[in-house]
């Protein structure tokens, strides 16, 4: 069975700060892996995949992540963050196929970018 | 604009009802989902559908349930037998081997 485990439910990090955001997973197959974006009482919004290929994997609005097969890990970073990135961060895994949209989510991480 | 399409936004239902919510995408994706969202919680499954005429059951089915009579078209009905409605409720879609694209959600409030 997978799971997904974010490691931190809440990070407050003031304006042009650099932040990490830590996402595990587990899994006994191969799987793909995505971040994304939340704002209040709206949908969620992809940031970045990784399906294959490169390890560092670069998104929307200058977040970039990078999966650690051994590690079992796809923490998000981004090197200086606005008061326009707080929301809440959702990692994902899914067996990917004709199952890609099947995921499994972790439980949010909250950015509170301060000024 | 191609997209994902819910409706309400905002749902009040009263003990005992049944409600049905929308959703409709026209990206030509072949599976649709359903998710929802708890305070706190990440999103659960609840239903999804790879083919028109066909679906499975998520992680929460209990208490709900859906049709694909139409690719575009993937509704969901809560019934009285769902104990704890009140949730926000994303559907989603997705083609092979790519991402899951997402609605703008559903606020669910029993009253």
């Known amino acids: 069975a997978q799971s997904v485990t974010q490691l931190d439910s809440q990070v407050p990090v003031f304006e042009e700060a650099p932040v990490e955001l830590r996402c595990n997973y587990s899994?006994?197959?191969?799987?793909?892996l995505f971040w994304y974006v939340q704002y209040p009482n709206q949908g969620l919004q992809l940031l970045l995949k990784y399906l294959s290929g490169s390890t560092l994997v670069k998104g929307i609005n200058g977040f970039e992540a990078e999966f650690n097969k051994s590690q079992t890990s796809f923490h998000l970073r981004k090197p200086s963050v606005h008061i326009s990135d707080t929301a809440e961060y959702f990692c994902?895994?899914?067996?990917?196929?004709?199952?890609?949209?099947?995921?499994?989510f972790g439980q949010g991480t909250e950015l509170s970018v301060k000024p | 604009d191609g997209g994902i399409t819910q409706s309400p936004k905002y749902l009040f239902r009263k003990e005992g009802q049944n409600v049905t919510l929308s959703c409709e995408q026209n990206?030509?994706?072949?599976?649709m989902y359903w998710y929802r969202q708890d305070p706190g919680q990440g999103l659960r499954l609840i239903y999804y559908s790879q083919i028109v005429n066909d679906f499975q059951k998520g992680d929460i089915a209990e208490g709900y349930s859906v049709s694909r009579e139409k690719k575009e078209s993937f509704p969901l009905t809560v019934t009285s037998a769902q104990k704890n409605p009140t949730a926000f409720y994303l559907c989603a879609s997705s083609q092979q081997n790519t991402e899951a694209f997402f609605g703008q959600g559903t606020r669910l409030t029993v009253v």
């Open positions: 899994s006994s197959v191969s799987v793909y």
């Open positions: 990206l030509n994706h072949d599976a």
């Open positions: 994902a895994v899914s067996a990917g196929g004709n199952q890609g949209g099947k995921l499994i």
